[in-house]
């Protein structure tokens, strides 16, 4: 394996920006990996697991350390009657898996079509679109636990998933997932009630849609709403979106009665971020230098060529004041930053 000095992290990430890592490989199966984490431990660097590089803001600066890109590749099916074991390695492609396993007419994955990224990071941020996340098909996380130099199979349970998060997120250099086990089902429930989903299949007049429906549908509406990434640099969502009180949602709706609001139960209320952003501040479709926020989606800020990331945090701290200012509701980026 060879490791590379200072290059330049920017192609690797789907926002096109960065600067260079101090070391960088390509690790390819668990020998290679267990190198390149001796090497961060002798040399005292911190390490950084790359995927597809998209959701992450890489600083101008680049990383003081080694970045290690997961390239491990491999799907082993499992059958077992109704349902189905997939084991797939951390480097594969996450939308190549969901199109695979729709095609061979497996349940689980359909919400989660066209999402950018490796299987590797979909249990990190425990990704999730259309009222599904990945943490409900996921019965295994293989991981090399770099602490104490040990193989573990770590349950759903032990991953403490909740939305977009996880152990993974919580402590970054713990543990290195190496490959990801599946539980998909052979007749399993399409779920389309999402909004968004519910318009288009009205709008097809398919009343009953099928699997490849519902993933076709999904790849329709996420070319609409979200830059396509050949266009401008991107890491999607840029901001998680927020649940609040019952009291503190009742009084923004008091204020604001076009706020759109999602009860989780009798306590929680999960607000659209997106929403306060475009219709409260209105940041969707600005420009600001080279970088902005997308025409259809105010939560996505883009790359509109050329932009550092110290100007993407200017931005996005215009957008956190701006939220605070209308709602007194502080947004945490969803976006990791590597500095
Ligand atoms: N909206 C606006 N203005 C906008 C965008 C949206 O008013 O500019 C409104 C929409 O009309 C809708 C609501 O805000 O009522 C929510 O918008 P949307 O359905 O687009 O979803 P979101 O909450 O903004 C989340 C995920 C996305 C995921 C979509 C679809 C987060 C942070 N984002 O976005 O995930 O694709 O739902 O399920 O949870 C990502 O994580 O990178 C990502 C793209």
Partial sequence: MIIEKKKSLKEYTTF?????????????????????????????????????????????????????????????????????????????????????TVEKGFYGLENLSYIPGTVGASPVQNIGAYGSEVKDMIETVHVLDVLKDEYLDLSNEVCKFSYRNSIFKKDPRRYVVLSVTFILNKKGKLNYEYKDLKEYFTYKKIKEPNLEQV???????????????????????????????????????????????????????????????DNLCGFRGVKKGNVGTYKNQALVIINLGNATSAEVIALAQKMVDGVYEKTGIEIEPEVEYVI
């Fill in 215 to 277: 993933r076709d549908a999904i790849i329709e509406i996420r070319k609409k709403k979200l830059p396509d990434l050949r266009d401008c640099g991107s890491a999607g969502s840029f901001f998680k979106n927020v649940i609040v009180s019952a009291t503190k949602a009742k009084e923004l709706t008091t204020k604001y009665p076009e706020m759109i609001v999602h009860p989780l139960n009798d306590k929680k209320v999960k607000i659209p971020v997106a929403w306060i952003l």
């Fill in 16 to 100: 096109k920006i960065g600067g260079p890592a101090r070391f960088f490989c390509i690790v390819t199966n668990k020998d290679e990996l267990i190198e390149a984490i001796n090497f961060s431990k002798k040399s005292k660097l911190p390490f950084f697991i790359l995927g597809k590089g998209s959701n992450i803001l890489v600083s101008d600066d680049g990383f003081p350390g080694i970045a290690i890109k997961m390239e491990m590749k491999g799907i082993t099916y499992m059958e077992d009657g109704n349902t189905v074991k997939v084991t797939v390695a951390s480097g594969e492609d996450w939308d190549t898996l969901v199109k695979e």
